[in-house]
């Protein structure tokens, strides 16, 4: 299967702060990358759809203004946590799409776990 | 609205003894039918795509079938390092939507 990274794998930053976390599609070109949180026992939740190019796509309810997310090249997007509170302390993951003729296939991240004091 | 719904919530299986998991999904606009694979603190790993009735793919224990309303992972003499959550997703246009999971526990 194909490979994404994400960096960093975990961080801890303080209440008000900004974090950025990457996602690289390693053995692939993805023009759309998608970016999801996920909450202890909980499934995936969708938070937006980042396009090569072009803003991203925000689901219903996320802010678009705290949550920034630039998609500048086909292997990389990247998350950008705004003025972070502990509230937004969770398991943040990406995934890229990756087609070929009729197959679709999408591949996560490892995840990066954000903890916010 | 996109519904995908897995069940059981949890299986406990011994060493060997095969079982199956289920998830029925929202029919209309479906473009495909994604197994993952999550351990504890990582990423999903893909599994599989169904995109059509009848259809079924195979990888070492684990084998999905796809029927017009559900698709099954069956997991066939299974082992402890096949303990994990599996998550079922349905592809509309878009985006994937996920059912809540199936945490499979098996002991040796």
């Known amino acids: 299967g194909a490979v994404v990274s994400q960096h960093p794998s975990w961080v801890i930053c303080k209440s008000g702060t900004s974090v950025k976390i990457e996602c690289r599609s390693l053995?692939?070109?993805?023009?759309?990358m998608f970016w999801y949180r996920q909450f202890p026992k909980q499934s995936l939740m969708l938070m937006a759809t980042?396009?090569?190019?072009?803003?991203?796509?925000?689901e219903q309810g996320v802010e678009k203004d705290k949550f920034l997310i630039n998609h500048a090249s086909l292997t990389l997007s990247t998350l950008t946590v705004t003025s972070a509170h502990p509230e937004d302390s969770s398991f943040y993951i990406c995934?890229?799409?990756?087609?070929?003729?009729?197959?679709?296939?999408?591949?996560f991240g490892p995840g990066t776990r954000l903890t916010v004091t | 609205e996109d519904q995908v719904t897995q069940s059981p919530e949890a299986l406990r299986l011994q060493e060997g003894e095969s079982s199956s998991l289920n998830c029925s999904y929202t029919v209309s606009g479906l473009r495909g039918l994604f197994w993952y694979r999550q351990d504890p603190g990582k990423g999903p790993e893909f599994l599989f795509t169904l995109y059509s009735a009848g259809e079924e793919k195979e990888k070492e224990r684990l084998k999905a079938t796809l029927t017009k309303k559900e698709s099954f992972l069956h997991i066939t003499a299974p082992k402890p390092e096949d303990s994990a959550t599996y998550l079922c997703?349905?592809?509309?246009?878009?985006?994937?939507?996920f059912g809540a999971g199936t945490t499979v526990t098996v002991r040796a």
């Open positions: 995934s890229a799409r990756r087609t070929s003729g009729n197959t679709y296939e999408q591949y």
């Open positions: 980042s396009n090569e190019g072009s803003k991203a796509t925000y």
């Open positions: 997703a349905r592809h509309n246009d878009y985006k994937l939507s």
């Open positions: 053995d692939f070109q993805a023009t759309t």
